[in-house]
């Protein structure tokens, strides 16, 4: 997007950081949250692809207390387990209108950046086991778009971030790339003191241990923030997510640059994202997509419509039925 409409964007969001707190698997209940009308019957629901997230467990304990196969987003609105992980949340930006190919951007313009950071707890462990001479664990001088302490009285490190651009004429979001550094960092540090054994890493195996629920989580509580955000924040219904292909080649990634493909295969999939060769409107206005195109028209994207479960949900059902009494809310504490 442009550097104006960027600085628009920044100026209506909350300063400052916004708690996020999030445990394995609250990416289903939450997404079913926010893509359910008021009331549909379960069944239409499993006869869709978003069927995988009323498969998960707290899903399905959901559903099993509302015993009349109807189901509503009020039903999944307060679900929740622990343990959790606390985040906080900040926005960034990243781009410019020249050196596209660098900034790995689809088009020439900015990105938003949504930055996930781990609490102020984790410095304190960072600086008793591992450094405590300023240090971070994305590197003081990383040229990636994460937190820097230098300056920031509210520093937080951020344990990864997401890239977003968007289109508010065509009421689409393209998430550009989810990465961590952080957790790259932490995985080869884990091998490197198992393989020493030294005292000194073995305490610093202290700091591996207290990471390991954020490492399991990262990427899903990265995307299930990056689509809220992208929803309730700024209002935009279709999302869009590039493949591990429409990355490369989008935007003209060299192959050391190359993301893993869980985070742009199996983890898109697991949010019932669909593939379509249908690209953001706002792409298909660009040259540079143009000309890709040209030469390679079977290129393929992840697309996630907000109210697609929205149209018509019980237009069957009430012509046939009286409309329900709700209840209220109901809650799921699982142990």
């Given at each position: 997007?442009?550097?104006?409409?960027?600085?628009?964007?920044?100026?209506?969001?909350?300063?400052?950081?916004?708690?996020f707190r999030y445990f394995k698997g609250a990416y289903?209940?939450?997404?079913?949250?926010?893509?359910?009308?008021?009331?549909?019957?379960?069944?239409?629901?499993?006869?869709?692809?978003?069927?995988?997230?009323?498969?998960?467990?707290?899903?399905?304990?959901?559903?099993?207390?509302?015993?009349?196969?109807?189901?509503?987003?009020?039903?999944?609105?307060?679900?929740?387990?622990?343990?959790?992980?606390?985040?906080?949340?900040?926005?960034?930006?990243?781009?410019?209108?020249?050196?596209?190919?660098?900034?790995?951007?689809?088009?020439?313009?900015?990105?938003?950046?949504?930055?996930?950071?781990?609490?102020?707890?984790?410095?304190?462990?960072?600086?008793?086991?591992?450094?405590?001479?300023?240090?971070?664990?994305?590197?003081?001088?990383?040229?990636?778009?994460?937190?820097?302490?230098?300056g920031n009285v509210l520093f937080r490190e951020t344990?990864?971030?997401?890239?977003?651009?968007?289109?508010?004429?065509?009421?689409?979001?393209?998430?550009?790339?989810?990465?961590?550094?952080?957790?790259?960092?932490?995985?080869?540090?884990?091998?490197?003191?198992?393989?020493?054994?030294?005292?000194?890493?073995?305490?610093?195996?202290?700091?591996?241990?207290?990471?390991?629920?954020?490492?399991?989580?990262?990427?899903?509580?990265?995307?299930?923030?990056?689509?809220?955000?992208?929803?309730?924040?700024?209002?935009?219904?279709?999302?869009?997510?590039?493949?591990?292909?429409?990355?490369?080649?989008?935007?003209?990634?060299?192959?050391?640059?190359?993301?893993?493909?869980?985070?742009?295969?199996?983890?898109?999939?697991?949010?019932?994202?669909?593939?379509?060769?249908?690209?953001?409107?706002?792409?298909?206005?660009?040259?540079?997509?143009?000309?890709?195109?040209?030469?390679?028209?079977?290129?393929?994207?992840?697309?996630?419509?907000?109210?697609?479960?929205?149209?018509?949900?019980?237009?069957?059902?009430?012509?046939?039925?009286?409309?329900?009494?709700?209840?209220?809310?109901?809650?799921?504490?699982?142990?």
């Open positions: 997007m442009n550097t104006q409409l960027l600085d628009e964007v920044i100026a209506c969001l909350p300063n400052g950081k916004t708690h289903a209940p939450r997404l079913l949250e926010m893509l359910l009308p008021n009331q549909t019957r379960v069944h239409t629901v499993k006869q869709s692809r978003f069927k995988r997230l009323l498969d998960q467990p707290l899903s399905k304990k959901i559903v099993a207390n509302c015993g009349n196969g109807i189901v509503s987003s009020h039903h999944f609105k307060m679900a929740w387990q622990e343990p959790s992980q606390p985040f906080l949340l900040s926005v960034n930006r990243w781009g410019s209108m020249k050196e596209r190919d660098w900034h790995q951007t689809s088009r020439f313009g900015e990105n938003l950046v949504l930055q996930l950071n781990l609490p102020k707890e984790h410095q304190r462990m960072y600086e008793r086991h591992i450094s405590d001479d300023g240090d971070t664990l994305n590197g003081r001088w990383s040229s990636h778009p994460v937190q820097r302490p230098d344990l990864a971030w997401s890239r977003i651009d968007i289109d508010f004429e065509t009421n689409e979001a393209l998430i550009e790339e989810i990465q961590s550094d952080g957790v790259r960092n932490v995985q080869n540090w884990s091998k490197h003191y198992q393989r020493c054994a030294c005292e000194r890493c073995n305490e610093r195996l202290q700091y591996i241990t207290w990471m390991q629920p954020y490492k399991t989580v990262w990427s899903e509580a990265l995307l299930c923030a990056t689509i809220e955000f992208i929803h309730k924040e700024l209002g935009i219904e279709r999302i869009f997510m590039h493949t591990a292909r429409s990355g490369w080649k989008v935007k003209k990634m060299c192959e050391k640059w190359h993301a893993p493909r869980s985070l742009y295969c199996d983890l898109p999939t697991k949010f019932a994202f669909k593939k379509t060769h249908a690209a953001p409107e706002f792409l298909l206005h660009e040259r540079c997509y143009k000309q890709l195109i040209r030469k390679q028209p079977d290129i393929d994207f992840y697309q996630l419509s907000m109210h697609e479960l929205k149209r018509n949900p019980m237009k069957n059902y009430f012509s046939k039925h009286k409309p329900l009494k709700t209840t209220g809310e109901t809650v799921c504490h699982a142990a």
